[in-house]
């Protein structure tokens, strides 16, 4: 079983926009469940299955299998639920770790958020200066989420993070 362990930040500004070394735009669906997320995600050429516990916090169980871009196709055509997120998700390297950056679409525009997958739960990392206030235990920033009650839908008092920061 892999595990994935992953945190999210909001950004406090662009200046991270210059480190961009690749972006790739992202379209994904899901097929709904109690107990995981099961997601399809495309990109330009190629698909992925994905199946992630349905856990709140930074880490989860995580399996994922490329499936045929076809297939993806139609089964986000016929089989996902309503609500779909599209993305660019822009990589950034900062002191040899990978940020994926996720600028949202559609009916969550507006939305950015960064992500860095970790080896352990209490790895160290450098904190860039873009980096703001940590969302990972905050539900409403998982795709699956935004899938479901996209970021156009949320209240004033719902785009506001809480403060409260984990030492990195």
Not at 42 to 59: C, F, M, N, P
Request: with cysteine; hydrophobic share 45%.
């Amino acid at each position: 079983m892999a595990i994935e362990i992953e945190r999210k930040f909001l950004l406090v500004d662009a200046t991270w926009r210059p480190q961009v070394v690749r972006s790739k735009r992202l379209a994904q669906g899901y097929l709904g469940g109690e107990r995981a997320s099961v997601r399809v995600r495309i990109g330009a050429e190629s698909a992925w299955l994905t199946i992630k516990a349905r856990v709140q916090g930074a880490s989860r169980a995580e399996f994922e299998y490329v499936i045929p871009l076809a297939d993806a196709e139609q089964i986000l055509a016929e089989l996902s639920l309503p609500g779909r997120v599209e993305k660019i998700r822009h990589h950034v390297e900062v002191a040899g770790m990978l940020w994926e950056i996720d600028e949202f679409l559609s009916d969550n525009a507006g939305l950015i958020v960064a992500e860095i997958e970790l080896a352990t739960l209490d790895a160290h990392f450098e904190r860039p200066a873009w980096l703001g206030v940590e969302v990972t235990e905050q539900m409403r920033y998982y795709n699956s989420a935004l899938a479901e009650r996209p970021f156009s839908a949320w209240t004033a008092a719902e785009r506001v993070p809480s403060t409260e920061q984990p030492l990195c």
